[in-house]
């Protein structure tokens, strides 16, 4: 089965500054993608990001980006120029190519201080 | 586009009652949504997955017979909390699949209360 982890419970970050949240995975799927989501207190699932597993390149969202590390099955999110608007629990998710279920991690809560 | 709409967003019920949450996908056709239950500051956590037409599927540890699911049209898939204790209160969220391999939406979550 297929297993996601956060090591990072809470993290914090001064506004304009930079933070990377940290996401491993495990699976012995060749057909798989990659997500980070921002859960605000809404609860509202915002999609931040998405990495297919098949591309080498790190994807990019404005001032979102990831180092997606294939081989140590390692899936890290930076935030950069953090604004208050990202406070937010933010969740890695991995998607089965095959089952098509979608399988979240433990989340990490982000605070953002002014 | 792809937009999921989830009721009630909140509901209080007493103990040994049941209660519906409604998930309608409003401007696609959702032949798969899935179920989480997410406790407080906790992951979601999958609990079914919902086919138009056929049987949902349930994770392991997820009782069927308290948690129905049914998913009638293309548009519509129900989970139906039965006869529902306080350890049922969470919150339930629903997410569909609208395209391709990847693509998914979220409905906004029901706030669940078993007093």
């Known amino acids: 089965a297929q297993t996601v982890t956060q090591s990072q419970p809470e993290m914090s970050v001064q506004e304009a500054e930079t933070v990377t949240l940290s996401c491993t995975y495990d699976t012995s799927e060749s057909d798989y993608y990659l997500f980070w989501y921002k859960q605000p207190p809404s609860r509202q699932m915002i999609l931040v990001i998405r990495?297919?597993?098949?591309?080498?390149q790190n994807a990019t969202e404005n001032r979102f980006s990831v180092n997606f590390q294939k081989a140590a099955k390692s899936f890290s999110l930076k935030i950069s120029d953090s604004q208050l608007g990202d406070a937010a629990m933010y969740f890695c998710?991995?998607?089965?190519?095959?089952?098509?279920?979608?399988?979240f991690g433990q989340g990490t809560t982000l605070q953002v201080k002014p | 586009g792809a937009v999921v709409s989830q009721h009630p967003s909140r509901v209080i019920c007493k103990s040994g009652t049941s209660v519906k949450i409604e998930c309608r996908s409003l401007?696609?056709?959702?032949?798969?949504m899935f179920w989480y239950r997410q406790f407080p500051k906790q992951s979601l956590m999958l609990m079914a997955t919902?086919?138009?037409?056929?049987?949902?599927?349930?994770e392991q540890g997820v009782e069927k017979d308290k948690f129905l699911i049914n998913h009638a049209s293309l548009t519509l898939s129900t989970l139906t909390v039965t006869s529902a204790h306080p350890e049922d209160s969470s919150f339930y969220i629903c997410s569909a699949r609208y395209a391709g391999k990847y693509g998914y939406t979220f409905g906004s979550g029901t706030r669940l209360t078993v007093v």
């Open positions: 998710a991995y998607l089965s190519g095959n089952t098509g279920k979608l399988i």
């Open positions: 990495q297919e597993a098949y591309k080498q």
């Open positions: 919902s086919n138009e037409g056929s049987k949902a599927t349930y």
């Open positions: 401007d696609f056709q959702a032949t798969t």
